[in-house]
Every structure is written in structure tokens, then in C-alpha cells.
T-cell receptor
Framework: EPEVTQTPSHQVTQMGQEVILRCVPI?????FYWYRQILGQKVEFLVS????????KSEIFDDQFSVERPDGSNFTLKIRSTKLEDSAMYFC?????????FGEGSRLTVL | LAKTTQPISMDSYEGQEVNITCSHN???????ITWYQQFPSQGPRFIIQ???TKVTNEVASLFIPADRKSSTLSLPRVSLSDTAVYYC?????????????FGTGTLLAVQP
């Protein structure tokens, strides 16, 4: 069964450092998403992406965040200068027929 | 965008049927209702989706009244492994509504 894959599974970084989280969505899916989940809290929408541009973004997705699909397969989330409060699980998802397919997530720990 | 409201938590025992209701008073005409299950440290996983009336698959049933302002996920004969957070999500097929927002979810605790 095709699946969304994410790397790294866990990243530890120092505050102020740049982080890139990578995702390979399911190949024939066209809409992609990033969500985050702070420990013990709900899944929060960050951004949706279609046709190589952002479709929607939340208020969380400020200038410190960016997304791109550089090579037609990878879908990346970049955090330019990490803050302590960016520590969370970050989930990538793609959608088909209304069903979101999630990856296993990347745990980001900012020290 | 339709906002969803669910109970924060529910308790059940093994073998019981569990019904979790979600309110979505502002649902749009082209919105579908989708339920997801999430275990700790895992991504949410699709359970079931519907537009109106009743939908049933191998793991759950989804009941949607005619006004579509609420929906009920029914899990027959739950087991300990059904302990998880359950989210209802309202939105279109990606193209119609790209901002698919999760509510607070319902933590279902199944006891022996």
C-alpha cells in the first residue's frame, strides 16, 4: 500500500538554527499538507500546497516557515530560525478523494 | 469553514458499542465529514467518510442526519486497542476546501 514517508523521524536542534523536514507524498496525489502537534495537544493545520504554491496557511505559518516541492517528489517544510515553542511532531499528509494520508511524523526538539 | 465540536473524552468497556458525536453547525453544501483515529506519536488514520445518511465499513458506521449539522461515529464492540483520540473533520475534496482543520478530538479510553 502506498504511503507518505517523512524524514527525519527525530531531530534535535539548537534554538535559532534552521531545520528542514522532508516528506515524500503518495505519487499521484496533488494536494499536500503540513500539520504540527505539540505534545498533548490537538493536530494543528499549518499549510496546504497545490500546483507548486501555497493554497492556504494558518496564522501559525508565519515568515519563519516555508514550504517547497523542489524536485517533484519531495515536499519540504523549512523553519528558518527555530524557537523553543516549535518543539512538536510535524506531520505531512497528502489527500485523495477526501481522505488525508499521513506520514509517521518528524519529532522536532528545540533546545 | 465549518468548526467542529466533540466531547473531550469518553470511557467505555471492552465489548461495548461506542458512539461519538460531532457537531458542525456551519457545514457547507460541498463539505464531507471524515473521521480519523490517532494513537500516541502516530499520524491520524482515516476511519470513515460520509456526506449524508449512513455509511458503514469494516470498522465503523457513520450516521449523518438530514440537516448534516452533526454526525455520529459508531464503533461496535470496542477493544482495548481502540483506545485513541478520534477526530471529526469537515471539508471538501482538497480542491474545494484546502484548510482542513482538526478539532480537539475525543479521547476514548476503553477499559477491560
Amino acid at each position: 500500500e502506498p504511503e507518505v514517508t517523512q524524514t527525519p523521524s527525530h531531530q534535535v536542534t539548537q534554538m535559532g538554527q534552521e531545520v528542514i523536514l522532508r516528506c515524500v507524498p503518495i505519487s499521484n496525489h496533488l494536494y499536500f499538507y503540513w500539520y504540527r502537534q505539540i505534545l498533548g495537544q490537538k493536530v494543528e493545520f499549518l499549510v496546504s500546497f497545490y500546483n507548486n504554491e501555497i493554497s492556504e496557511k494558518s496564522e501559525i505559518f508565519d515568515d519563519q516557515f516555508s514550504v517547497e516541492r523542489p524536485d517533484g517528489s519531495n515536499f519540504t517544510l523549512k523553519i528558518r530560525s527555530t524557537k523553543l515553542e516549535d518543539s512538536a511532531m510535524y506531520f505531512c499528509a497528502s489527500i485523495w478523494a477526501g481522505e488525508l494520508f499521513f506520514g509517521e511524523g518528524s519529532r522536532l526538539t528545540v533546545l | 469553514l465549518a468548526k467542529t465540536t466533540q466531547p473531550i473524552s469518553m470511557d467505555s468497556y471492552e465489548g461495548q458499542e461506542v458512539n461519538i458525536t460531532c457537531s458542525h453547525n456551519n457545514i457547507a453544501t460541498n463539505d464531507y465529514i471524515t473521521w480519523y483515529q490517532q494513537f500516541p506519536s502516530q499520524g491520524p488514520r482515516f476511519i470513515i467518510q460520509g456526506y449524508k445518511t449512513k455509511v458503514t465499513n469494516e470498522v465503523a458506521s457513520l450516521f449523518i442526519p438530514a440537516d448534516r449539522k452533526s454526525s455520529t461515529l459508531s464503533l461496535p464492540r470496542v477493544s482495548l486497542s481502540d483506545t485513541a483520540v478520534y477526530y471529526c473533520l469537515v471539508g471538501g475534496y482538497g480542491g474545494a476546501t484546502n484548510k482542513l482543520i482538526f478539532g480537539t478530538g475525543t479521547l476514548l479510553a476503553v477499559q477491560p
